[in-house]
């Protein structure tokens, strides 16, 4: 008998015969989404009164410490894996003092919200200086205005055991400062919290979609930008160097930020790295995906499930996201 080639041709080769149904299609789907790897941003605000809504990011709010609470239990509710906070004080100096008080605005949520639903999904926490600070750069400034990045790992150590007293368990640094990843496991070691995860910000790119969550932590510099510390967009190689000296240094899981435009980030990444890899949905994504939206451009949560899946695709774990909550209905 003449020999068969092993793929068949065309017309005996007809893949369109399992996209025929919506059952056929799930059967053989390739990639898969799950409630339990989206990880919900959230913001707690100092001093207000009633959630304030963010203005470039319709749905997202500035909480108060009882409607974060509410918003927090309706996530684990819904099957979410987990929350991450970001605090605004109602207060800022040059050292970002408020981001170590233990009475902080992020330390009272997370007591209030490890107490509240700690069993049921991951509280983490974004762990840097922005928010806090008055100048609104990720860490302390020299004499000449530059981010110093020495100095600044001390008070990411100190933010870290706040943190960990608190009740966290998992801490985010995002300030992309060198050796902030082994800074914050000796800190936190040191004072006895083994059990604390580190989610390093490895990849974070100094990315023009972030400017609606400046309005959202009012974190923006007053000053300057954070092309300094932050990674240039054009290096691809440089972020898998990020990556292999935070695993080195004891992170437990890296992230890149932004996703979209970094898919090819997510992927070299998670090809190459030996612990989970998240992807943060930005701000600025969202916001385009909403505005366009709301024109009437294009169907909109068909567009955030499309989003969702290709980060998975891409090799991400967990994916950081403001629509993290209504994915999780969608996807029941």
């Excluded at 919900?40 to 009882?66: C, R, W, Y």
């Excluded at 819904?78 to 100096?93: C, R």
Aim: a negative charge.
């Amino acid at each position: 008998m003449e020999d068969r080639p092993v793929n068949a041709r065309f017309p005996e080769a007809r893949p369109r015969r399992l996209r025929r149904t919506p059952a056929l299609r799930r059967l053989v789907a390739e990639t898969r989404l799950h409630p339990s790897e989206l990880i919900l941003p959230m913001f707690v605000k100092e001093g207000i009164d009633a959630p304030n809504p963010v203005s470039s990011m319709p749905g997202v709010f500035q909480h108060t410490p009882d409607s974060l609470r509410k918003a927090a239990e309706e996530a684990a509710e819904a099957g979410v894996g987990g929350i991450i906070l970001f605090g605004i004080p109602a207060e800022k100096d040059e050292r970002g003092s408020a981001a170590d008080d233990p009475d902080g605005v992020v330390q009272k949520a997370l007591r209030d919200l490890s107490s509240d639903i700690g069993g049921d999904l991951v509280v983490m926490a974004d762990l840097c200086l922005d928010e806090y600070t008055s100048h609104g750069h990720c860490g302390l400034l020299t004499a000449s205005g530059e981010v110093d990045n020495d100095a600044t790992l001390e008070r990411y150590a100190s933010i870290a055991v706040a943190q960990a007293e608190a009740g966290v368990q998992v801490v985010g640094p995002s300030g992309m400062m060198d050796g902030q990843v082994a800074a914050i496991r000796a800190a936190l070691d040191g004072a006895g919290h083994h059990e604390v995860a580190i989610l390093a910000y490895a990849a974070k790119y100094a990315s023009a979609f972030y400017g609606p969550f400046r309005e959202a932590a009012e974190g923006a510099p007053q000053f300057g930008d954070r092309t300094g510390y932050q990674q240039d967009p054009a290096n691809a190689a440089e972020a898998l160097r990020e990556v292999e000296l935070d695993v080195a240094e004891g992170a437990d899981m890296v992230m890149v930020k932004p996703g979209l435009a970094y898919l090819d980030i997510i992927a070299k990444v998670a090809a190459s790295c030996p612990v989970p890899v998240s992807a943060y949905q930005v701000s600025g994504e969202y916001a385009m995906v909403e505005a366009a939206a709301e024109k009437g451009w294009l169907d909109r949560e068909r567009a955030i499930m499309e989003t969702l899946l290709a980060f998975r695709r891409a090799g991400a774990a967990q994916i950081l996201t403001y629509w993290a909550v209504e994915a999780a209905h969608m996807l029941r």
